[in-house]
């Protein structure tokens, strides 16, 4: 089982990207001057992990941007990184 798409701010479905994911935390890591990409990997893969266990109990699951980030902004809270979810957070609301 894995998530193949993402449903996105304009309501569009678009194939899922873990690799996104990674970029932009690896951008907050950046910003702030802390991690690296391994660091960020490991960020994404949480998330992605996270996103799957609802999967699971909801075979037909497909997450939204929204749901995406604040996942990404949880699991940065409880790494070693939490100043980078405020740069995330940040970040995230000059995409959006």
Same mark, same amino acid.
């Given at each position: 089982?894995?998530i193949?798409?993402? =449903?996105?701010? /304009?309501f %569009? %479905?678009r194939v +899922?990207d873990? *690799? $996104?994911i990674? /970029?932009?935390?690896?951008?907050?890591? /950046?910003?702030v001057?802390v991690? *690296?990409k391994?660091?960020? !990997?490991? =960020?994404a893969l949480l998330v992605?992990? $996270?996103?799957?266990?609802?999967?699971k109990i909801? &075979?037909? +699951? =497909? &997450?939204t =941007?929204?749901q995406?980030? /604040? %996942?990404?902004? %949880? $699991?940065?809270?409880?790494?070693?990184? &939490? !100043?980078?979810?405020?740069?995330y957070?940040? +970040?995230?609301?000059?995409?959006s």
């Amino acid at each position: 089982m894995k998530i193949e798409h993402i =449903i996105k701010r /304009d309501f %569009t %479905t678009r194939v +899922y990207d873990l *690799n $996104k994911i990674t /970029d932009a935390v690896e951008k907050a890591m /950046d910003a702030v001057g802390v991690g *690296n990409k391994q660091n960020a !990997e490991d =960020i994404a893969l949480l998330v992605n992990q $996270k996103l799957l266990e609802r999967k699971k109990i909801e &075979p037909e +699951y =497909i &997450p939204t =941007i929204e749901q995406v980030q /604040d %996942t990404v902004e %949880t $699991k940065l809270m409880e790494s070693q990184f &939490p !100043e980078v979810a405020k740069a995330y957070i940040l +970040y995230r609301n000059k995409r959006s």
